[in-house]
């Protein structure tokens, strides 16, 4: 019988480090570094990551066939310096920096890699996968399609920033691109910064605000900003953006454009902020849109595999889906660099070793449902509860979730920790806070009591797979959370739209009661929808349907188990910790349940709000 | 001269010797154009696009593979500096290594 | 560190947890550990029973024998297993215990499992973990953290347990009682001096100019931390319910020829014909390598056997196991 093969891929040094590891074409492990160094976005070399991945495995370091890392150095470092020579005399801060940060750091993956597993595997050396085909391969190899459109689109990886490639078998031909300085990805980020967000994380809050204005910049954007073609294809004028000659993605001549300086973070969001995120939102998805019809045209495809950064951005997968371009989407739910570990994988399997492809056995996909990252064993949690002195006590199954079900509905918030923690940036119910949708008061709460976060972002309701056409507008499958659809009309409620175009101050449009589950219908009466199913998560669908029981309604508040700032929790200890730092009420972990009120007295050395910087 | 003055002068040269003298001309694609149909290119389908290695034997083998990799990408204006550049790399990592006698961490590593 | 290892037990101090399976990072690129259902590191499951046609050896002992540093096929217990043809090896060892504990440790679950041969391995560094009654640790966030330990000592003519059960949490050194605080093992006889020694990269010239002597209380047959452990052999041997081989492990010192052995091999020589026990020491064999062989016999850092001190100290043990059977 011929030997497995294993391969560990590497994601690291520019944001959201992360490693992956596979084993005959099948996912063994992945993660993000941050989840074990407490470092959200952790840039690092992945020393935990890849000691976990090898840990799942189970394998010596020196039975690990190759290692990949996703991104080439010296073509990233090629761009650098012809941005430079572009830029003149001018760019010399911005290559001493590169050049150290190159030059000394990330041209030496094999050193990092030996100092951290003492070998580089078989191969003997480490190889390099490009930056988007190790997107593209994150999309279309776990994917279920043997042939498929991929289209990946990202800020930048070495020169490219939108890729559109097309995937058949175990090969992946890359058809056309878009290259640095012109980016989507960054045109968005551009207008997070300028919103009061924070780039590379806070993409996600423009998106979420964007419902409450009107898109009044739109033909702005157009006239100024960027030339878009019919086939999707574009260009930025670079006169609005700073990131060629500086470390900041605008310029004056951008703040002049519209009317001021950017939004200070954490000051108050007004309604040109509003309009703003409306107005980019609506922008991308228009040239997403025509991307993806392209990639249709030159591709034939009726499948369409997508991934990078912006693939992150549910509400633009959703109009995408409504448009029907294609027959079939699946989207990478660790669409950001993090999955790029896992592409690099990919990329050495069949592309570099050309092993063939085997399509998923009567399963939607080879993600397995995103639960890829560390379980702990009972025996592990109970040793940690002991060793503390904390009070719990164990349940079986039926009957923890009969008493999860009777909490929540009583408007308990449930931290909520069972299997393998999820890859990617959102939480599918292994490491998720929980609550009931059709609370009033539960976005509100949650967001600020709990996650202690900007109390105009919405939360995601997970519902039931064979439910999910009761109350939204939609029925396929969504198991990643990384398709926005409408509520129902049926569930839905009326207010008052005089309020809602008028107000520059958000909270009474968030206090309006939208729907019958209020706390995830966003004010457009969209909601970002998680497909809850039992073959790829029992304890998480079996909770949902003890609550139906109790209830009728099978659908849970979901959202990431960590506060503002925070990474998602990763062990018992984490989740743990956040427990006693918030407002959650009870806190299970696998079969054990803790009630916060019987816990002893909670202390800290260190003040934790100080030690996560705001996202 | 210390080590941080020594590499702030490589780099200071090879900025020089490399982006002084290839910035007469744009090397980005942000002209705007109205009148094309599509700003898409093709793949630059060179190795590196899916995947390669990357030669860092040694200062001269990591200069050869510098060499080659802008003659592949017809960038013959960037090699002029590939000994120095590969130099620096060297440099840049031996300064970058953290080695700790201290007695292992790993012992007894308990609860 | 990612997971938590041991947890509290009240008779041993601690002990692994149960089904683990995980990977510690490591200078050497990192080990597997795995345990059973007993909380040993094991690839198998313990029985008390034992297959009929096999012969078992029990191996008890500390983190040399449980193998930090080196994953579980590696360790000189499962290398040994595998030269010897018709054996199992049960190994029993717990990272950071003394021979106090291991007595305990085969009180709880060793004594009636059935066996042929019980090896006992003493580090020979560690006589100083019999009269310490507290032991730093650290935590998974890489604090020092002091926790109870189990111990004897003679007292009213008689040869007593302390500390039983052991306190499950962890202590504040100010905390604890003046007399008390000298109790507390801070990790080798010149912890402090040892650790800017080594922070200077000096620790092996220092010690040959020092004539470093790693472990005075074996100077004499009557120091009291002899006397203990001592006795808890002689315990140990009286109720052994098969063979008994006691292996003093000799430390880097000794192997590498810094220190001299004579003490401790004069203390081990009179506990044989005191006791009539049988008593194996694989010095002589590990010092037949050569010396860079022998440097390769622990890591760069961590003084635990690497692999290949592992394969060395088994070649060594294999035969007079294979004796002994």
Known sequence: ?615 | MNLTNTIDLKIRKIFEGVILTNSHENHLNIIINKNIDTYYEEPQNIQQTYFSFINTDSVESFADYLNEFWMEKGSEGFISMVDEMSELAFLLSSDSDTQSEDVSQFIYTMY | MNRQLFQYHPTIGYKFISYLKTRIQHENGGYLVKTNDWGFRSEIEFNKEKKSGTKRILFFGDSFTAGDGVSNKFRFTDIIEQAIPGIETYNFGLPGSGTDQQFLLYKDFGKDVECDLIVLVVLVENIRRIKSHYRYYFNEAGEKQIYQKPYFDFKDNEFQLFNTPVESQPMKMEDLPANEQEKVDTGGRFGMARSIVNALGLKEITQKFTKYQPVPEFNTATSPEWLVLKEIIKLWSEIAQAKFLVVPLPLYQFIEETSSPDNYKARFGELKSELNIEIFDPLSDLIAYTAEERRNFRHKTDVHPTNAGHKAIADSLSKKITEML
Request: proline share 4%; charged share 25%; with cysteine.
């Open chain 1, 1 to 615: 019988m011929a030997q497995s093969r294993y391969i560990l891929g590497i994601s690291a040094y520019y944001h959201d480090s992360a490693a992956a590891i596979i084993k005959d074409s099948e996912i063994i492990a992945a993660a993000q570094e941050e989840r074990f160094s407490r470092v959200k976005h952790d840039p690092r070399f992945p020393v935990n990551a890849i000691n976990y991945c090898i840990e799942e495995a189970f394998i010596e370091a020196s039975d690990i066939d190759a290692v990949v890392f996703y991104d080439h150095p010296i073509l990233t470092y090629d761009r650098i310096i012809k941005n430079c020579a572009t830029v003149g005399e001018h760019s010399y801060d911005t290559f001493n920096a590169a050049t150290k940060s190159i030059l000394g750091i990330k041209l030496w993956v094999e050193k990092h890699v030996k100092q951290t597993i003492g070998t580089v595997g078989k191969l003997g050396k480490v190889l390099f996968a490009g930056h988007h085909i190790s997107h593209a391969a994150s999309s279309f190899y776990p994917s279920p399609y043997n042939e498929s459109a991929i289209v990946s689109v990202d800020g930048v990886g070495e020169w490219s920033t939108t890729t559109i490639a097309h995937g058949v078998d175990n090969n992946i031909k890359l058809l056309k691109e878009i290259n640095y300085p012109n980016s989507l990805g960054l045109l968005y980020s551009a207008f997070t910064f300028y919103c009061g967000f924070k780039v590379n994380s806070g993409e996600y809050k423009l998106m979420g605000l964007a419902p409450y204005g009107k898109p009044i910049y739109v033909k702005h954007i157009y006239d100024n900003l960027i030339d878009v073609k019919e086939d999707g294809s574009y260009r930025l004028d670079m006169d609005y953006f700073g990131y060629l000659d500086t470390n900041k993605t605008t310029n004056q001549k951008f703040h002049d454009l519209f009317g001021g300086a950017p939004r200070q973070p954490e000051s108050v969001i007004s309604r040109k902020e509003m309009d703003i995120a409306a107005s980019i939102q609506q922008v991308t998805e228009e040239i997403f849109i025509k991307i993806a019809r392209h990639a249709r045209k030159i591709t034939g495809s009726s499948n369409l595999c997508l991934s990078g950064g912006v693939a992150l951005n549910c509400v633009a997968n959703g109009k995408l889906l409504r448009e029907k371009i294609f027959d079939n989407i699946w989207i990478q739910p660790a669409a950001g660099d993090a999955g790029g570990a896992l592409g690099a994988c990919y990329v050495a399997n069949h592309l570099y070793y050309k092993e063939k492809r085997s399509l998923p056995n009567g399963k939607n996909d080879k993600q397995h449902g995103s639960y890829l990252g560390p379980k702990y064993s009972d025996t592990e949690i109970e040793a940690f509860l002991d060793r503390n002195n904390y009070v719990y006590k164990k349940y079986a199954e039926t009957e923890k979730n009969e008493l999860l079900a009777k909490e929540i509905d009583k408007g308990k918030i449930v931290g909520f920790f069972a299997g393998r923690m999820e890859f990617g940036p959102r939480s599918l119910g292994a490491r998720s806070i929980i609550g009931d949708p059709r609370n009033a008061e539960m976005q509100s709460k949650m967001n600020l009591k709990i996650k202690y976060r900007e109390s105009f972002r919405p939360f995601a309701p997970a519902v039931l797979r064979e439910d999910v056409n009761k109350y939204f507008d939609l029925d396929q499958d969504s198991p990643y959370m990384l398709i926005v659809a409408p509520v129902n009309e049926t569930i839905r409620k009326q207010v008052d739209i005089v309020t809602e175009h008028n107000a520059d101050d958000m909270i009474p449009i968030i206090n309006q009661i939208r729907s019958e589950l209020p706390a995830i219908t966003h004010v457009d009466y969209s909601a970002r929808i998680q497909t809850v199913h039992k073959e790829t998560n029992e304890k998480f669908y079996n909770l949902i349907k003890a609550f139906k029981q109790l209830t009728g309604c099978s659908v849970l508040v979901n959202t990431s188990f960590n506060v503002r700032g925070e990474p998602i929790v990763c062990s018992p200890k984490d989740a743990y910790l956040c427990f006693m730092r918030t407002d959650i009420d009870i806190l299970v972990l696998e079969n054990y349940i803790l009630f916060k009120e019987e816990q002893p007295k909670f202390e800290e050395k260190e003040n934790w709000q100080q030690k996560y910087e705001l996202d």
